[in-house]
């Protein structure tokens, strides 16, 4: 008789195993997403694969917030300000909201779109193909911690290409460009290896305080302006 539920209760034992086993690996990848994500170290590759922010990126949003600066996520749809960053793509890495941004919602490509539909001649289609090529696009909102409606804010933009030949075309064409794709602002660019950033604000009278946010980004990680 003991024998027999030795039996019986060994499927139950194993399949128990099993399950728990799962759910700590659900538990393991959902814990990338969660707030409570510990830093991820990655290469280039990975940070392509796996459609992480850059860690100098994670890192430069953490290092600001010590210079006064913060994520808000409930400004942007009361405001309705930046409409490319949409509350339902937001991703948490190390309790920081980043926001995906699609390639159709971009700034630059409205811009494109905008250039096509009133000029006589389309748009330079291998300029559009470049931009398009791109593989994920992360962007992160910043603002002043002061509670009012006319604060200093701002948005980085992660554009992540296959490679650093891409991300530098794509540089050399949004500095050629800039000031359109971005109209009544001043935005500043570089390249970090296969990543295109773009820092710009909502109106150039902010542009000042990002020029100080820019320039620590660029000498924190030796970041290419111009090449």
Not at 5 to 28: M, T
Not at 31 to 36: A, C, T, W
């Amino acid at each position: 008789m003991k024998t027999k539920i030795i039996y019986i209760l060994i499927p139950f034992i194993v399949f128990s195993c099993i399950d728990k086993a799962s759910d700590k690996e659900i538990e393991d990848k959902e814990s990338i997403h969660s707030k409570d994500s510990t830093k991820i170290n990655f290469s280039v590759k990975e940070n392509i694969a796996f459609n992480y922010p850059t860690e100098e990126l994670q890192k430069f949003v953490k290092d600001i917030e010590k210079l006064n600066w913060v994520s808000d996520t409930t400004r942007i749809n009361r405001k309705q300000i930046y409409p490319e960053l949409k509350a339902d793509k937001i991703s948490y890495f190390n309790s920081r909201p980043f926001y995906h941004i699609e390639f159709e919602n971009s700034g630059i490509n409205k811009f494109l779109n905008l250039r096509t539909a009133f000029s006589e001649t389309p748009f330079d289609s291998a300029n559009y193909k470049l931009f398009k090529s791109v593989t994920k696009i992360w962007g992160y909102y910043y603002r002043d911690p002061v509670d009012s409606d006319w604060i200093s804010d701002g948005v980085v933009e992660e554009w992540q290409f296959e490679d650093e030949s891409l991300a530098q075309k794509a540089l050399e064409k949004v500095k050629e460009n800039g000031s359109i794709f971005y109209f009544n602002t001043k935005p500043y660019f570089c390249r970090l290896r296969n990543n295109l950033i773009i820092f710009h604000t909502r109106a150039s009278v902010f542009s000042y305080d990002q020029k100080h946010l820019f320039k620590k980004f660029i000498e924190d990680n030796s970041a290419v302006i111009e090449q």
